[in-house]
């Protein structure tokens, strides 16, 4: 089942921190909805998984967060070789996805939305 799991946040001195509701599944999307958090090209975001530091996203400089980003992580052989050429979802299990917002504007607000396979 698609759930899509809804957060606003407001930056306080350019910084916000805020959390989904828990997620067992794979990230099918991240796609922001308002940009007014947004800080002349400087702003920064970080997405992970909240308990296991699962990395998930970055977003460095961004100028428009009118954006959808589609996480994928690249996957390793059994023989702990990368291999090229081919990414896959990135799972969370019963853990909330956490962003942080850097170098954002002030006092500006923002919203996005996750959208997940559970």
Do not use: Q
Request: glycine share 8%; charged share 15%.
């Amino acid at each position: 089942m698609i759930v899509k799991h809804s957060v606003s946040f407001t930056c306080v001195a350019g910084a916000a921190t805020v959390y989904t509701g828990s997620i067992t599944g794979k990230i099918l999307a991240i796609i922001f909805t308002d940009k007014d958090f947004i800080s002349a090209g400087a702003t920064d975001l970080t997405f992970t998984g909240e308990t296991t530091g699962t990395a998930v996203m970055t977003a460095t400089n961004i100028a428009d967060a009118y954006h959808n980003y589609y996480p994928r992580s690249a996957p390793v052989s059994t023989a702990a070789a990368a291999i090229t050429d081919a990414y896959d979802f990135i799972w969370l299990h019963n853990e909330r996805l956490k962003l942080v917002v850097a170098d954002g504007d002030a006092t500006g607000v923002g919203e996005f939305f996750v959208l997940t396979e559970e």
